[in-house]
C-alpha cells in the first residue's frame, strides 16, 4: 500500500488515526502494531511472517545480551543477530544474483529461485541489527515488550522505505510521546508536502524519463531530458517519501531525523553523502566504517574501509553489479576529495564547485539508473555526441516543452529557496499572521489536487519501495 494511493488517504490512514486517539494511551503501541502488520499484511501478505520473526529474534538476542552484558552469551548472541540478519537478506535479496555470477563464472545452468524481495527488508533488518549492536554497546536500553519493540520495527511510516530509524532515537517515545495539536498539523502539513512532491512532480518526472529513454528519434538533448528527470525524480520521489514518514510520525507523537537536506545545492560529493540518504549514511558510518576502525588506521586500511562501505552501500540498494559499480565510484570520488581534492574545491567559486558535484552525480545516476555496462557507456556517450547525434529533434523539443513547467518548479523546489522565503515570511511581524492563515489553505489545496491526480492516473511507481 503506498501512501500515495486513495485505500491508504482515505480508508487505512482516517480509521488508524480515529482508533489510535480513541483508545486508552496504554494501548496506543498495540493499535500502532496491529495496524502495521496489516499495512504490510495488504503488499505482501506471504512475507509478514518474516517480518514478525526478524523482530522476535531481534528482541530475544537483545534480552540474551541485556542479561549477559559483558559475557561470551551477549556476544554469542550479537553474532547470531547479526548473521542471521545478514542470511536472510542474503537470501531474499540476493540468492539469484549470486546464482547468475556462478553460473557465469562457472558456466553452470544453476536454475534462478524467483524469490519475491519483502517488501522493506533492506530497511527493518538494518533497524533490528542496530538495535541489537546498540545494546551490545550499551548505547540503547534493553526493550522488554515484545509489543512496544515490536511496533518500533514494524512502524507503518517508515517501515517499506526508511528512513532508518535508529531504536535510541525514539526509544523514550516508545515508552511515552506528547500529542498535541499544533504537532499534528504540523505533521499533517508535512506528510501533504511530500505526497504532493510525490505525486505532482516525481510522478510527472518519471513520465519524461520513460518517454526520454524510449525516444524514436535520439538526440543530445533527449539524452539530457531523460538523465535530469531521473536525477530529479528520485530526489522528490525519495525525499517526498521521507517528507511522508516524517509528517505521520509527527502525527502518531515521533520525531523522527531528516533523511535530505537539500542535497544537489552541494559543492562537493563529501558534502552531498551528508545531505542525501542521511540516516543510510550514517547507518553504513555507525556500524561498518567506525567497526573497521574508520579513519583511526593507516591510509592503507582507511582506504580499504571506504572500499567497502561503498561497496555494502551499492550492494545495499540493489542485486545488480550497476549498483555495485554505483557505490565504488563514489568510494573513490570520496577518498580523492579527503586527500586532497576538497581543500582546493573549497577555494573555487561556489558556482564552479556546484557544477562539478552535480556532474559528478549526474554520471552517478546514469550508473544507478542502467543496468549494463555497454548501456551506460551508450547512454554517457550520447550525452556528448553533439558531433553524431542531432543537438535536438521536434521530438526532444515537443518534450521540452511538455514538461518545463515541471522541470522548472522541480529545480527550484530542490533548492532552499522556497523553504528560506516562507520562514522570512514567518519571521516578519506584518506577514506571519497571514502566513499562518495561509499555509492550512494551502495544504488542503495540495490535498486535493493530489488526490484529483491519483483518481485520473495509473502511473503512481516508488523508486525504492522494494529497497
Given at each position: 500500500m503506498l501512501f500515495s494511493s486513495i485505500p491508504f488517504l482515505y480508508y487505512f490512514l482516517p480509521v488508524v488515526i480515529a482508533v489510535y486517539f480513541l483508545v486508552p494511551r496504554k494501548l496506543r503501541n498495540v493499535i500502532l502494531l496491529?495496524?502495521?502488520?496489516?499495512?504490510?499484511?495488504?503488499?505482501?501478505?506471504?512475507?509478514?511472517?518474516?517480518?514478525?520473526?526478524?523482530?522476535?529474534?531481534?528482541?530475544?538476542a537483545s534480552r540474551v545480551i541485556g542479561r549477559y552484558k559483558g559475557r561470551g552469551a551477549a556476544k554469542a548472541a550479537l553474532a547470531f543477530s547479526v548473521t542471521m540478519n545478514l542470511l536472510i537478506l542474503m537470501f531474499f535479496k540476493y540468492s539469484d544474483f549470486i546464482i547468475a555470477n556462478i553460473n557465469s563464472l562457472l558456466?553452470?545452468?544453476?536454475?534462478?529461485?524467483?524469490?519475491?524481495?519483502?517488501?522493506g527488508i533492506s530497511f527493518y533488518t538494518f533497524q533490528t541489527m542496530s538495535y541489537t549492536i546498540d545494546v551490545y554497546r550499551g548505547e540503547a536500553e534493553v526493550q522488554k515488550n515484545p509489543a512496544d519493540f515490536m511496533a518500533y520495527v514494524s512502524m507503518f511510516p517508515q517501515l517499506v522505505a526508511g528512513p532508518v530509524v535508529r531504536y535510541q532515537t525514539i526509544a523514550n517515545q516508545i515508552k511515552g510521546r506528547?500529542?498535541?495539536?499544533?504537532?499534528?498539523?504540523?505533521?499533517?502539513?508535512?506528510f501533504v508536502i511530500g505526497l504532493g512532491k510525490k505525486v505532482l512532480i516525481a510522478n510527472a518526472l518519471g513520465e519524461l524519463n520513460k518517454l526520454a529513454l524510449t525516444a524514436k528519434d535520439p538526440s543530445v538533448l533527449m539524452y539530457w531530458l531523460a538523465i535530469i528527470a531521473f536525477m530529479l525524480q528520485i530526489y522528490f520521489d525519495f525525499s517526498g517519501y521521507s517528507d511522508m514518514a516524517i509528517g505521520l510520525g509527527k502525527i502518531f507523537g515521533f520525531t523522527f531525523l531528516e533523511n535530505f537536506n537539500y542535497p544537489y545545492i552541494s559543492k562537493s560529493i563529501?558534502?552531498?553523502?551528508?545531505?542525501?540518504?542521511?540516516?543510510?549514511?550514517?547507518?553504513?558510518?555507525?556500524?561498518?566504517?567506525?567497526?573497521?576502525?574508520?579513519?583511526?588506521v593507516s591510509k592503507l586500511k582507511w582506504v580499504r574501509n571506504i572500499a567497502i562501505v561503498w561497496f555494502c552501500t551499492g550492494l545495499w540498494h540493489g542485486s545488480s553489479w550497476n549498483f555495485v559499480i554505483w557505490g565504488l565510484y563514489f568510494g573513490v570520488l570520496l577518498v580523492i576529495e579527503k586527500l586532497f581534492l576538497y581543500e582546493w574545491l573549497q577555494k573555487l567559486p561556489a558556482v564552479l564547485s556546484r557544477f562539478y558535484c552535480l556532474f559528478i552525480v549526474m554520471i552517478s545516476f546514469v550508473i544507478f539508473h542502467i543496468e549494463t555496462a555497454q548501456g551506460i557507456f551508450d547512454f554517457i556517450k550520447?550525452?556528448?555526441?553533439?558531433?553524431?547525434?542531432?543537438?535536438?529533434?521536434?521530438?526532444?523539443?515537443?518534450?521540452?516543452?511538455?514538461?518545463?513547467?515541471?522541470?522548472?518548479?522541480?529545480?527550484?523546489?530542490?533548492?532552499?529557496?522556497?523553504?528560506?522565503?516562507?520562514v522570512k515570511a514567518r519571521e516578519h511581524t506584518g506577514l506571519s499572521a497571514a502566513v499562518k492563515s495561509v499555509y492550512p489553505v494551502f495544504t488542503a489545496a495540495l490535498l486535493v489536487i493530489v488526490t484529483a491526480y491519483l483518481v485520473d492516473s495509473s502511473f503512481n511507481p516508488f523508486l525504492y519501495f522494494r529497497f
Open positions: 496491529l495496524a502495521s502488520l496489516f499495512f504490510y499484511f495488504y503488499g505482501e501478505p506471504k512475507y509478514v511472517v518474516l517480518l514478525v520473526f526478524s523482530s522476535l529474534m531481534d528482541f530475544t558456466g553452470s545452468s544453476i536454475p534462478a529461485l524467483g524469490i519475491p524481495l519483502p517488501l506528547t500529542h498535541s495539536l499544533e504537532g499534528f498539523a504540523s505533521g499533517a502539513g508535512r563529501t558534502e552531498f553523502w551528508r545531505r542525501w540518504h542521511i540516516s543510510m549514511g550514517t547507518w553504513f558510518r555507525e556500524y561498518v566504517y567506525i567497526s573497521l576502525g574508520g579513519n583511526r550520447g550525452l556528448f555526441s553533439f558531433s553524431s547525434l542531432p543537438l535536438a529533434t521536434t521530438e526532444s523539443l515537443y518534450y521540452l516543452d511538455s514538461y518545463k513547467v515541471v522541470l522548472i518548479a522541480a529545480v527550484i523546489g530542490s533548492t532552499p529557496l522556497l523553504k528560506n522565503l516562507v
